[in-house]
């Protein structure tokens, strides 16, 4: 039978938003891949240039749907950067709480949706309904579950309600019993699972950082770059905690980048919880940001996806003169006709799984 | 030990059929008497011909009917019920209680925390009013003969399947064979239509299914050989009846039941059963109707009821398997009678054979259902994999095992 | 990998604090005159500026002698009289991040493309293609990523039409009023 070409998607119900994956098939086996994206492009970047620096964060939340205060964070950041402000130490320490709550109800999504991939029906119950916990502490912080519009340049929008705290050690050891207890039952200990993931989808650490690839990805190939070490933001210096990386070295397969995703839901909640250990019980938690800026700001955070980067040129007008955005699933878009190559067909779902796609972000 | 329910349904229907022709005959007589050719028809309708040939068709009904309404129903509910909880949610809710009328809209009561047994009678009728779309460029005759000869096929195979030792159809003297034959012959209807729905999705499904099925017949038929070196004979009722005393083990009885599945058979009970499994096309074994990579695999231009056809047949052909499993290795539908009625004259088990039968048969398909929503599906040439490297030497030794204690005695 | 002074050095994924002194003593060595705009925005950042003719050499510098192995952005800016194409290169090993600000003439928007040297390069410059109309030489496919294959515009350049002034449009002026 000759080689053709099949659509993943844009229509599908694995592949986690609007884009389309055309992989050439020899029979089982993948020759070549294609990716073509561009179905979700909203134009953020020229409508960046006509709104004001703060309204702009409505924007950014919606860059990645899915994890939306880490992408908010990173453009009031560049903004800060730009206008030579910073945000007083209270507000810093709950940006990192903020930050993280997300990035576990991003990672959990994730999860839930890495589990039906695979045909596991029952991961995405479970993980879903310990992604409620902490949708309902980010709802009591900041008063909505998606699109939160959070972080204000300058600082955050308001001051973490009372006996929060309590209410997310409550929530998060609740959460760690679980992640101990039953997740590893259908997940690690599963030989299905790992006969799926084990060795598909390999890249190697030369590879992954000449095509750019950010983040989760990057440590399951064994390179330990984590930006909240290699390039501290916020409190994170103070903080301690270990980068999740894959340790057993050539790896970069599918179940690397799961068990670093995996182990980083964990480390996570251990930075909550020494946050709110250390940070100052009042304060201040935004400083009044001016109204036009000059000049150039750049920041880049540790997305749960990557490498998140803003760039902001202003011009002196009350809004910025150029924006770019620099998402993580972009660039490892580039890679994944590498990952593909040489896979079979049904490994298409698992491996673009393990990568955490989320086209908000890709197409701006 | 044990007693059937109904001694003999061919005899029960043409007890029935036997008064209903004899009130036609009686009609029929009645108007001869003015037209007098019609006598001979009153005599043909008496004659045993007739009779037995009614009789069989009212049997069959009757046996297609207790399959499809009562147990299709019963084992999908059994099945959604048992996923939402171990997803750690309720499940189905829609009961008679839903309906919107009298007598059953109570006020004041929830309407939607039954016990869920209507929902698949609701899922049945959207399907049922569902526009029924052919793609344009494909091969019709093929198309639509493909699900009648997927639902034919498992059909038949409940027509030698008993349910006790007086509930059949037929009981054929080759009645294994024969079911795993229906058995088969799905396989063949999966790969045309996957061929014919001119969708590459749904062509690469069917490839995979015929590649699996295929495959997997072979360590289950070994499996059967083995079992049949042991009871010498294919019919199952005889196969049931030989399970229907205890172990004796050197001499001494012992109080476990002598089902295959005890003794040197064990090997083979496994292989059966996890050939069983990807014969159903269950997760694990169902990456042809993966839902992941080809939307729904080879069923995916199928709309309306030509999908629930195929669909509903799936948890049939789970019923067929777990009967099969059953009846071969696991005592078929032996168990104690504890009590004995006598309902006007009529003597009535408490505990009937099929009641026996039916728990065996939803027990193993809640254990199906377990491990389909705990395991995600393996790869097709792991799959693959699975069924040549590992289930086939299995089997063979199977054969030897059985061989040898046949020979041991 | 590639080696820095004969040895490979490890990823410890800790920043080297000062490593922008050196880098920047390191550039200025090698190509002192050609740059222009140089300075030190804060520790870890080094912006530096050139004309596009001594990209390549520059970048090649950078990847190969002083190991900045990952190229994370490539930015394309309209100043009205000029084009500027940013790189953010960024070194694993010492946190180090360089911004290289290449100069584009306004009517000949045409510069060398990185694809050789990383290949991460391939879809930011397929992007400033497609949005800002930056012609990349060398790059192995140069066509729209995000927008459709057949649409006819640069949309990012400031001569397309900005979304007009967020105003309520009622619907008689739609239909012609006011």
Redesign the interface.
Known sequence: MPEFWINMGPQHPMTHGLWNMKVKVDGETITDAKPEIGYLHRGYEKIMEVREFQKNVVLTDRLCYVSSITWSHAYCLAVEKMMGIETPERGQWIRVISLELQRIASHLMWLASYGPDLGLLTGLLWCLRERELFLDLIQLMSGARMNQNFPRVGGVRNDLPENFGAMCRRSIEHFLEKVDNEYPKIFHESKVFRMRTEGVGRISAADAINWGVTGPNLRACGVNVDLRRLDPYETYEEIDFEPQVWHDGGAGDSYARFVVRYNELKESCGIILQAFEKMPKTGPYRVKSPRRAEGEGYAKTEDSRGEALFYVIGDGDDRPYRVKIRSPVFCTMAATPMLLRGNKLADVVAILGSVDVCVGEMDK | MSAPLIPNLFDLCKVLTAAIIGIVQQIIYALSGPVPPLRGLGDLLGSDLVINLVTLLIVATVVVLWVTVINLFTIMWVERKLYSRIQDRYGIMISIWSLPFWPFNRTGRPTHKGTGYLQNLADGVKLLQKENITPRNADSAMFHISPVLIASSTLMVFAALPWSSGFYVANLELGVLFILAAFSLAPLGILISGWAANNKYTLVGGLRAAAMLLSYSIPMILAVIALVVFTGTLDPILIVQQQDRLIVLFGTTLPIPAWYAFGPQFLGFLVFTVAMIAEMERVPFDIPEAEAELVEGWTTEYSGMRFGIVFAFKWLRMLAASALISILYLGGWGGPVFATLSVGGVPVPIFPEEFWFLLRVYLLSAFFVWLSWSIPRVRIDQILNIGWRRLIPYSLLAILIAAGFRVIG | ?SAVAGHVPQ?????VPGIEKEVLEQLRAAFGPKLSDVKIV?P??LEVSIDRKDLVPLCTYLKNTLGF?????I?A??WKDRFEV?Y?VEN?YN?C?V?VTARIPYDDPKIVSLTGL???A???ER?AWD?MGITFEGHPNLE?????TDFKFH??RKN?A??VD?QYITRRKLRGGT
């Open positions: 990998m990823v410890t994924g800790r920043p804060r870890q950042l192995e990952h190229l994370s952005c930015t800016v309209d940013v953010h694993y946190g991040m911004q990383w290949n991460a391939n879809y930011h992007e949005l729209r990523i995000l927008l459709p949309p990012l397309f900005q979304e967020r």
